[in-house]
């Protein structure tokens, strides 16, 4: 345009919304690397602390990703056979319709018997494991499909923690979210009590 100035072969640039190096090879921008900004994206995280309920930011979900990856490290449970659930959120209020469905299945560590992390459809939460106290760790880490589409929202899960004396077992499952809402964040929380960890959030590149 007028005024700017004339590009010459050699010139560099930098995308900001993709992360991208590119250079002008006299006849177009062509990308020296990375050509996208990764396969999974970190969008967010924090730490939590005898926390009732814990929420992502507004927005955490948005139309640059379809689907996320949520890690949860927990340190602390106060309740036994604790169900940590989980919900859809809409400009920072959850979604409690009975419109959650989940099941959860896995071996016991001390036996190695088949133990069930609970199922259920038409509930007003869905779960992403099943926690024992006291426990050393826990570990969860998620799979959120499609939480931004005008459609269904699934999730695939899988769960361990390391208990003190407590028949802990490695929990694997998901469900859905039957309803065409579109979420722009989550929350997670223990049935009863407070729980300690951390957590990260992921955007899985779309191509």
């Known amino acids: 345009g007028a005024g700017e100035k004339v590009l010459a072969e050699g010139q560099l640039c930098y995308l900001s919304s993709t992360n991208v190096v590119q250079y002008y090879d006299g006849a177009a921008w062509a990308t020296v690397g990375p050509s996208t900004a990764g396969g999974l994206v970190f969008l967010t995280g924090g730490t939590f602390t005898t926390a009732s309920s814990v929420s992502l930011t507004a927005n955490t979900f948005s139309a640059t990703y379809t689907n996320y990856q949520i890690n949860i490290n927990l340190t602390a449970n106060t309740v036994d056979a604790n169900p940590l659930n989980w919900r ?8 409690s319709s009975a419109a959650y469905a989940f099941g959860l299945r896995g071996p016991r560590f001390d036996t190695g018997a088949d133990a069930s992390g ?3 459809s038409g509930q007003t939460a869905a779960r992403f494991t099943l926690m024992q106290s006291p426990f050393e760790t826990g570990v969860i880490s998620a799979t959120i499909f499609g939480p931004q589409l005008a459609s269904a929202t699934s999730y695939v899960v899988d769960s361990t923690g390391r208990g003190v004396g407590d028949p802990d077992a490695a929990l694997s499952g ?16 223990p049935a009863s009590g407070t729980i300690s960890g951390t957590y990260q959030v992921y955007g899985y590149a779309i191509a």
Do not use: E, I, P, W
């Open 88 to 95: 859809g959120r809409v400009a920072g209020t959850d979604n």
């Open 118 to 120: 609970g199922f259920g």
């Open 174 to 189: 998901g469900g859905y979210f039957d309803g065409s809402t579109q979420f722009d964040a989550l929350s997670f929380y």
